[in-house]
Nanobody, 119 residues
């Protein structure tokens, strides 16, 4: 069983910064892609940023230049440094990770952490 535990959310003023962390645990040798998604009220969940085990990254256009995703493979932890936050970044942020299984692959989600940016 895999667990993804997020931390670091909170309330911040516009222009401020937050750092999210997601620690993955379970009987998994290594995780493939790890990423962050977000869901604002009344909107669909969307990809924010993702990083492969080799370090390749992908960002939503709306966060490029402001957010940075990184990971520590030894700790199975992924981070999201969020700078220059805007009110439109307000959402619940979810961690996602996928891994290889004997029959293919699987993925799971964290419980989510609220990020609120006040203008």
């Amino acid at each position: 069983q895999v667990q993804l535990v997020e931390s670091g959310g909170g309330l911040v003023q516009a222009g401020g910064s937050l750092r999210l962390s997601c620690a993955a645990s379970g009987r998994i040798f290594s995780f493939n892609t790890m990423g962050w998604y977000r869901q604002a009220p009344g909107k669909q969940r969307e990809l924010v940023a993702a990083i492969t085990s080799g370090g390749s990254t992908n960002y939503a256009d709306s966060v490029k230049g402001r957010f940075t995703i990184s990971r520590d493979n030894a700790k199975n932890t992924v981070y999201l440094q969020m700078n220059s936050l805007k009110s439109e970044d307000t959402a619940v942020y979810y961690c996602n990770a996928d891994w290889t299984t004997p029959t293919g692959w699987a993925a799971d989600w964290g419980q989510g952490t609220q990020v609120t940016v006040s203008s």
